[in-house]
Nanobody, 119 residues
Framework: QVQLVESGGGLVQPGGSLRLSCVAS????????MGWYRQAPGKQRELVAK????TINYADSVKGRFIISRNGATVYLQMNSLKPEDTAVYYC????????????????WGQGTQVTVSS
């Protein structure tokens, strides 16, 4: 079992910056991938960025503006040059590998934090 607690969301002007944090607790030794997803009203949830070991992936829409990093049980998302289209609920995600066979790979999600970019 993994619990994820997010912080750092809020209201920011276009061109501004925010730093999201997500702290994992519980069976953190089972986590192999952590990432951030977002969902805007009327749209499907989409991947923003994820880190698995030394491999990092970004959505094309945030490349060059966002930076994901992980330090132990905490994952960060530094968001720079924010645009109104970045407005969404941002969710922290952790993928795990569990069980003797290592075939059970449940995912866990945070509660979501609102990011609003507006002047």
């Amino acid at each position: 079992q993994v619990q994820l607690v997010e912080s750092g969301g809020g209201l920011v002007q276009p061109g501004g910056s925010l730093r999201l944090s997500c702290v994992a607790s519980g069976s953190i030794g089972t986590i192999h991938t952590m990432g951030w997803y977002r969902q805007a009203p009327g749209k499907q949830r989409e991947l923003v960025a994820k880190v698995s070991g030394s491999t990092i992936n970004y959505a094309d829409s945030v490349k060059g503006r966002f930076i994901i990093s992980r330090n132990g049980a905490t994952v960060y998302l530094q968001m720079n040059s924010l645009k109104p289209e970045d407005t969404a609920v941002y969710y922290c995600n952790a993928d795990t590998i569990q069980g003797v066979s290592q075939l059970a790979r449940p995912s866990f999600w945070g509660q979501g934090t609102q990011v609003t970019v507006s002047s």
